[in-house]
């Protein structure tokens, strides 16, 4: 096992932490109620972003990398989901689309626990109506409120500005409404 992680951590390039994905829980700080009931097909999410592995994302100085046991747009995945579901809507899959709810997918472009910038792309009938780009960005955590535990909360946070963005954007609002 000690093995597998000084392998992951070679592969990956990460210094001294592992900081964990696992505990995202959606939080909004406006009312995103304009959702409820609407219908979203939820695409596969791709990773674009040269400055991740498939499994992780770093801190610039790569100290620090974030993950879970899955591939990183995995995890942007699921927390669209979560995210979406907590503002009320139908969230349907590959596995069962809705044909009639916009389809829409994010591609990451990169992913630092600084800065997340992302393309996001929304189809209806198979025709393309919003493209736009997301950049969310946080200030480094410096000295001693630089650890895991603050790193982690750090990401959820970043995570959540960048739905929330998405979820307040007018153009994207425009679809649903």
Same mark, same amino acid.
């Given at each position: 096992?000690?093995?597998?992680?000084?392998?992951?951590?070679?592969?990956?390039?990460?210094? *001294?932490?592992?900081? !964990?994905?696992?505990?995202?829980?959606? +939080?909004?700080?406006?009312?995103? !109620?304009?959702?409820?009931?609407?219908?979203?097909?939820?695409?596969?999410?791709?990773?674009?972003? *040269?400055?991740?592995?498939?499994?992780?994302?770093?801190?610039?100085?790569? +100290?620090?990398?974030?993950?879970?046991?899955?591939?990183?747009?995995?995890?942007?995945?699921?927390?669209?989901?979560?995210?979406?579901? +907590?503002?009320?809507?139908?969230? !349907?899959?590959?596995?069962?689309?809705?044909?009639?709810?916009?389809?829409?997918?994010?591609?990451?472009?990169?992913?630092?626990?600084?800065? !997340?910038?992302?393309?996001?792309?929304?189809?209806?009938?198979?025709?393309?109506?919003?493209?736009?780009?997301?950049?969310?960005?946080?200030?480094?955590?410096?000295?001693?409120?630089?650890?895991?535990?603050?790193?982690?909360?750090?990401?959820?946070?970043?995570?959540?500005?960048?739905?929330?963005?998405?979820? *307040?954007?007018?153009?994207?609002?425009?679809?649903?409404?």
């Amino acid at each position: 096992m000690a093995a597998c992680v000084l392998i992951a951590i070679m592969v990956n390039g990460c210094g *001294s932490a592992r900081v !964990s994905l696992m505990n995202f829980m959606p +939080k909004f700080s406006a009312d995103q !109620s304009v959702y409820e009931g609407k219908g979203v097909y939820l695409m596969n999410f791709q990773n674009q972003a *040269s400055d991740t592995s498939i499994w992780d994302y770093f801190s610039p100085d790569h +100290k620090f990398c974030y993950g879970t046991e899955t591939f990183i747009h995995n995890y942007f995945w699921y927390s669209f989901q979560a995210s979406l579901v +907590k503002a009320g809507m139908l969230v !349907s899959k590959a596995d069962n689309p809705d044909p009639f709810a916009p389809a829409m997918w994010l591609t990451l472009r990169s992913i630092t626990d600084e800065q !997340s910038v992302v393309d996001l792309t929304v189809q209806l009938k198979g025709i393309t109506v919003f493209v736009e780009r997301y950049v969310i960005s946080e200030p480094p955590l410096l000295g001693y409120r630089r650890n895991p535990d603050n790193l982690e909360k750090r990401a959820y946070k970043m995570t959540n500005r960048l739905i929330e963005a998405i979820l *307040s954007d007018p153009g994207f609002k425009k679809i649903f409404i």
